[in-house]
């Protein structure tokens, strides 16, 4: 049994893993701003990450054996926490993203995520402050796109094809678009789980096998949908629909399997995921309340 503390962990794949690890026999707190309360036989910690001093409070004495980060996104955010975590943890997984590897991401918004991943990632690894031993053991999980569960995945990524088909309105992809990586949104937290309990440290990529592109994809929203998917070229560089890519980053997920994970197939979940967002959008449109006459 470890004592696991999960920094955020209150919605889409972060609450797979907080059950993973608690049905595992781990003892596991959540900590976050007092936005969502933690599921049954799990500990709660209420603070604002950003602030060292509320943070510090509210851990009072606790050590844990290891940390997994889920919403660290800037490098502010990580040295607080490298100072706050040293001495009460032996291990800190933060989850990352494969978009620390794009080089040239079509958006500032996108930029920034990016970015902030990069530099927070770099600031885990930095060296110590006072030259002495590292604080603790860094781990950062570069996920690949994460899909599935339907209303779950907040994105609406998937939402964004089913609708666009489904209506017969053109997608927007390259001329050539690059493949790119998915994995499930239990396999990635079942991945966390397996990742708190081990040693390594440094960069891991986490992704299904079988990379895809946006083609691939609209083919099999298709199919699913029972409508030809219909395309809209766009200029290189230019803004597209979500996993349209005219740069090459995919992840390879051979280290991670090299340490001892089994990840599935993108083949194998990929059209559940589909459907489940089709099934999702239409309890949306049957559950939205309808106007006032005339509105």
């Not at 933690?38 to 940390?67: I, K, N």
């Not at 409508?227 to 090459?248: C, K, M, N, T």
Request: hydrophobic fraction near 40%; include cysteine; proline fraction near 6%.
């Amino acid at each position: 049994m470890q004592k696991i503390l999960v920094i955020g962990g209150s919605r889409y794949f972060g609450k797979h893993l907080v059950t993973l690890l608690r049905d595992a026999g781990d003892e596991v707190t959540l900590l976050n701003r007092g936005s969502a309360a933690p599921p049954p036989g799990v500990g709660r910690l209420v603070a604002d990450r950003d602030d060292e001093g509320q943070l510090l409070a509210a851990l009072g004495g606790r050590t844990f054996d290891t940390v997994v980060d889920q919403v660290c996104y800037t490098p502010l955010q990580a040295a607080v926490a490298r100072r706050v975590f040293a001495g009460r943890t032996g291990r800190y997984v933060m989850t990352s993203t494969m978009e620390v590897y794009d080089p040239a991401p079509p958006t500032p918004e996108a930029r920034a995520y990016a970015e902030g991943k990069r530099q927070a990632e770099a600031v885990f690894r930095g060296e110590p402050e006072d030259g002495g031993p590292e604080p603790f053991g860094f781990a950062a999980v570069r996920t690949a796109h994460v899909l599935g569960g339907g209303r779950e995945e907040f994105t609406g990524r998937l939402e964004h094809y089913v609708g666009r088909i489904a209506a017969g309105t053109p997608v927007d992809v390259h001329a050539a678009p690059y493949a790119t990586s998915f994995i499930h949104h239990r396999e990635i937290a079942r991945f966390l789980q397996w990742a708190a309990g081990q040693k390594f440290t440094g960069v891991v990529d986490a992704a299904s096998h079988g990379a895809l592109d946006v083609l691939g994809l609209c083919e099999l929203v298709a199919e699913q949908v029972g409508r030809p998917a219909h395309h809209l070229i766009v200029e290189q560089g230019a803004p597209a629909s979500p996993f349209s890519f005219d740069r090459d980053y995919a992840l390879d997920n051979g280290r991670a399997a090299g340490l001892g994970f089994g990840f599935g197939r993108v083949a194998d979940w990929l059209p559940g995921a589909i459907g489940e967002s089709i099934n999702a959008s239409i309890n949306a449109s049957i559950t939205e309340p309808l106007g006032e006459p005339g509105h």
